[in-house]
């Protein structure tokens, strides 16, 4: 996996170079360590370069579990990335849009493995409306477009496909244990069914959910039950980070 997401570890964006000398310019302040300064500055990067590995949330919803769909995983939601996603999200921090989907596309990377070469979709998990309005963005749809950015520049065919939608409001998941997350996403999504082939084959490209944080895995178990059944199969789910109460193990920096 090394050389794999080498190519995800230090590239910058025009995009990102013009926000970081704005950011020098109007006196902001790293969402790492809120040193003056870049919006990520050298200290705090390292935190977003991928150490992506399998993760199942404990206990583990159904959808997630051995002989389902495997999540993954890029590192702690803890420490500096914690805060880093964390401001992306709740602080209009939109600059981190870059190195935080680029790490999620070291994640995809993982999860696909050689059945990358046929082709990716990434289905962002979606934004309630009431979170779009308080934002006033699609956080996670925009870390998919990036993700997809990077892995095309790889040579993948990637796509984003907002495959997902919110068929009711759901309170906010904060303070809820695995199965209050559970009862609360019940029925939450929807997705438009699949126009199958005469032969009835699923073919395509291989179809990855993705989302900021694993927790529970409520809302990854959900996302995938509904895709499927619409006939969207999903071959992994892909974050940026998991709570580490879910791990044996923290991740190693």
């Known amino acids: 996996m090394d050389v794999g997401t080498r190519s995800y570890q230090h590239r910058t964006t025009s995009s990102e170079a013009w926000a970081a000398a704005a950011d020098l310019l109007l006196g902001a302040r790293c969402a790492g360590c809120a040193r003056p300064g870049r919006v990520l500055c050298p200290a705090c990067r390292p935190w977003t370069l991928p150490r992506p590995r399998l993760c199942r949330p404990d206990p583990c919803p159904p959808a997630l579990a051995p002989g389902g769909t495997p999540p993954y995983a890029g590192g702690d939601y803890a420490d500096v990335l914690r ?51 308080r934002r006033g963005r699609d956080p996670v749809g925009d870390l998919a477009r990036v993700a997809a950015r990077e892995l095309r520049r790889s040579g993948q065919a990637a796509t984003v496909a907002g495959r997902l939608s919110h068929r ?44 900021d944080v694993l927790t529970t895995g409520a809302t990854a178990d959900e996302a995938v039950r509904v895709l499927a059944a619409a006939g969207w199969p999903v071959a992994a789910v892909a974050t940026v980070a998991a709570t580490r109460r879910r791990w044996p193990q923290p991740f190693r920096w």
């Open 168 to 211: 009711r409001e759901v309170r906010d998941q904060a303070g809820l244990d695995a199965a209050e997350q559970a009862a609360n996403l019940q029925g939450a999504f929807t997705a438009r069914p699949r126009r199958l082939s005469r032969s009835g084959a699923v073919d395509g490209p291989v179809r990855v959910v993705v989302d």
């Open 83 to 133: 805060r880093l996603v964390v401001a992306y999200k709740d602080d209009g921090r939109a600059g981190l849009a870059g190195p935080l989907g680029r790490l999620l596309a070291a994640v995809v990377e993982l999860a696909c493995g050689t059945a990358l070469a046929e082709g990716v979709e990434l289905v962002p998990v979606p934004s309630s409306r009431a979170s779009r309005r």
